[in-house]
């Protein structure tokens, strides 16, 4: 268990050399949690602890985050904190990372398998517009094997020509409008995608695009913030 407390302030255990008369004695407190989480309180000072620009009176920060005490002094949170505590963090949030990068290889295949399944089923609307050529094709062959009048073939292929052309209609319409669901879907895939198939570093959170797993886990790193995946 750490749960380690620094205090800060010009009477404060911490390593700042604090003189401004702004700042008071025990002016805020940094705890480091047991999972390693840091909070900064404000303890009641007189002229106010700031994160961003913004007064806190308790904020949970990182080792890179930026406080201001009082008007001016101003600190970086990995300035008082210990070199051990951040080995500790670093090593706590590469385990995160390892792990959220693990949880990405599921997503990667329920999105290829779904994609998959999509575009087959507008394969299958492909082919079935071909059919009515075929059927014209192999009512004109059978007919000719069947019988040598001419007559009766071009009838039966004149037949076949319109039932054809009405039927390649209706599935003309079935087959736009099923392209238009399809594309939709497609859409709706890839917008879910992007909003999971993230850098698993949560100072990053870029979207790391079509590459698949196997890809990233070689590659082992994030192009942009260039964290460790594995």
Same mark, same amino acid.
């Given at each position: 268990?750490?749960?380690m407390?620094?205090?800060?302030?010009? !009477?404060?255990?911490?390593?700042?050399?604090?003189t401004?008369?702004?700042?008071?004695?025990?002016h805020a407190?940094?705890?480091?949690?047991?999972?390693m989480?840091l909070?900064?309180?404000d303890?009641?000072?007189?002229?106010?602890?700031? %994160?961003?620009?913004?007064?806190?009176?308790?904020?949970?920060?990182?080792?890179?985050?930026?406080?201001?005490?009082?008007? =001016?002094?101003?600190?970086?949170i990995?300035?008082?904190?210990?070199a051990?505590?951040?080995? !500790?963090?670093?090593?706590?949030?590469?385990?995160?990372?390892?792990s959220?990068?693990?949880?990405?290889? !599921?997503?990667?295949?329920?999105?290829?398998?779904?994609?998959r399944?999509?575009q087959k089923e507008?394969?299958?609307s492909s082919?079935? &517009?071909?059919?009515?050529?075929?059927i014209?094709?192999? &009512?004109g062959?059978? =007919?000719?094997?069947c019988?040598?009048d001419?007559?009766?073939? %071009?009838?039966?292929l004149?037949?076949?020509?319109? %039932?054809?052309?009405?039927?390649?209609?209706?599935?003309?319409?079935?087959s736009?409008?099923r392209?238009?669901q399809?594309?939709?879907?497609?859409e709706?895939?890839?917008?879910?995608?992007?909003?999971?198939?993230l850098?698993?570093?949560s100072?990053?959170?870029?979207f790391l695009?079509?590459l698949?797993y196997?890809?990233?886990?070689? =590659?082992?790193?994030?192009?942009?913030?260039?964290?460790?995946?594995?």
């Open positions: 268990m750490i749960n407390e620094i205090l800060i302030g010009t !009477a404060g255990n911490e390593s700042l050399n604090i401004q008369p702004d700042v008071s004695r025990i407190r940094l705890t480091v949690k047991d999972d989480a909070v900064l309180e303890m009641e000072s007189t002229n106010g602890t700031y %994160v961003q620009g913004h007064k806190v009176l308790r904020k949970r920060v990182d080792l890179n985050t930026v406080v201001r005490l009082g008007s =001016t002094f101003k600190f970086k990995s300035q008082v904190v210990p051990h505590i951040q080995d !500790a963090i670093a090593l706590k949030e590469q385990e995160e990372i390892k959220k990068f693990k949880a990405l290889e !599921a997503i990667w295949n329920e999105y290829s398998v779904e994609k399944r999509i507008g394969g299958k082919i079935l &517009s071909r059919l009515p050529y075929l014209t094709i192999a &009512s062959l059978v =007919t000719r094997l019988s040598d001419f007559l009766l073939i %071009v009838c039966i004149v037949g076949s020509f319109i %039932v054809s052309s009405i039927a390649i209609r209706f599935i003309d319409k079935k736009e409008k392209k238009f399809m594309s939709q879907e497609l709706r895939l890839d917008e879910k995608f992007k909003e999971s198939y850098c698993p570093n100072k990053c959170r870029t695009g079509y698949p196997g890809s990233l886990k070689t =590659t082992g790193h994030c192009n942009r913030c260039h964290c460790n995946f594995v």
